[in-house]
């Protein structure tokens, strides 16, 4: 069960985060009120929800996500892939955050880099995307702090999508939503694969919240499976996230 989430409201600098979609520029007021309603969708799966202030000086700082990974033992600060968000992890009020729910916070440090949307938690081990924002140096050493609280890691290694989790969503009870790159990966041959299709792939981007699934609007084969698979369903559109390859699990750090 998860009692905490982090999340960042969205800057007005949210246009100029980094993208490699063609669907235009996120609207600032449209991003603001989705974001409220994940906020919103989160409180009703029991969760006390910590709102961080705007910060105007990093487009991608909404995507919380990426700059720490959150386990029952310790917090792991991280040192993003992309340039442009390297300094998020030193904003202070996350630091402080953090520091309200943690005893024990680590640091990844240079030249290791790690996005923890690259991290999937799967009880005590975590798998960790080698990708264009996590290197083996970074997934190292996440390894190495795993160890050191008694949880494991493991390396998979990515070929086409951003984040380990822009295609993969652990849902607990041994499910696991797969899309694309990993449907026929023998890393997750164990799991009951539930398909992404094709033409929904950006719904393979859902969190598991306490027995609650929040899922993107707009993908209905996604949802469907969820649904008769017996989970709460909580629909949360994320369009404006979307233009900058962002999801639902980016929006939010959970623990
Ligand atoms: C980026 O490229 O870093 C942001 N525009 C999107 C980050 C999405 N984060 C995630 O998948 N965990």
Known sequence: MFKNV???????SISEGITSASLGKPIYEKALMQHENYVSALTKTGVEVTVLEPKEAFPDSCFVEDVA?????CAIIT????ETRQKEVQLADMKEALGKFYEHIEQIEAPG????????????HFYIGESART???GANQMIAILEKYGLSGSIVTLEKVLHLK?????????????AGEFIDDPEFAKFNKIVVPEDEAYGANCIWVNDYVLVPEGYPTVQKKIEELGYKVLVVDTSEFRKIDGGLSCLSLRF
């Open 135 to 137: 290197n083996k140096e």
């Open 79 to 82: 040192r993003p892939g992309a």
């Open 69 to 73: 990974l959150c386990t029952s033992k």
């Open 166 to 178: 822009t295609g993969l969503a652990y849902l607990e009870n041994n499910n696991l939503l797969v």
């Open 113 to 124: 880099t790690v996005e923890a949307g690259d991290i999937m938690m799967v009880g005590d």
């Open 6 to 12: 982090i999340v960042r409201v969205p800057a007005s």
